[in-house]
């Protein structure tokens, strides 16, 4: 079976990037940060911090996965990853702020909780951190 004819949804259709380099990782980690039952959310727009010329220039979303061992298994661990993928892929495109990366640190409440509830936890965090975003921009130091 060829890669075209997979029943996988490509990367190229989805409204969101995957990050997949270290630096960007770590660079996300000084971010922002929303807290939800399932996973924290880490987001920093690309604007606010120097980098190279190709990840400047994008302006896509990007999305990072994290699941530490304490979470589980390897089995457990790619379910989780799995679930959160789809939950992103189940957003609309607008929900995915432009001209940013962002990292889901799974919690090991993300395998038990509902998909719906997952989807919709998923979609007010990127909503708050938009929110402290336009705020921290503003200088209004609180929170929204």
């Not at 880490?42 to 980098?51: A, D, G, I, K, N």
């Amino acid at each position: 079976m060829s890669a075209s004819s997979s029943n996988f949804s490509s990367s190229s259709s989805r409204p969101w990037q995957t990050l997949k380099k270290r630096a960007d990782f770590l660079a996300v980690r000084n971010g922002i940060r929303v807290h939800a039952s399932a996973f924290v959310l880490q987001c920093l727009y690309r604007s606010l911090r120097p980098s190279d010329p190709q990840t400047a220039a994008s302006d896509v979303c990007r999305v990072g996965f994290t699941v530490t061992k304490k979470v589980g298994n390897a089995v457990m661990r790619n379910r989780i990853k799995r679930r959160l993928r789809a939950a992103c892929d189940a957003l609309e495109a607008s929900r995915f702020p432009a001209d940013c990366d962002c990292v889901l640190i799974a919690r090991a409440s993300a395998v038990d909780i509902p998909f719906e509830r997952l989807v919709s936890s998923l979609d007010e965090s990127l909503i708050k951190a938009t929110r402290l975003h336009v705020a921290k921009r503003t200088g209004s130091g609180q929170n929204p």
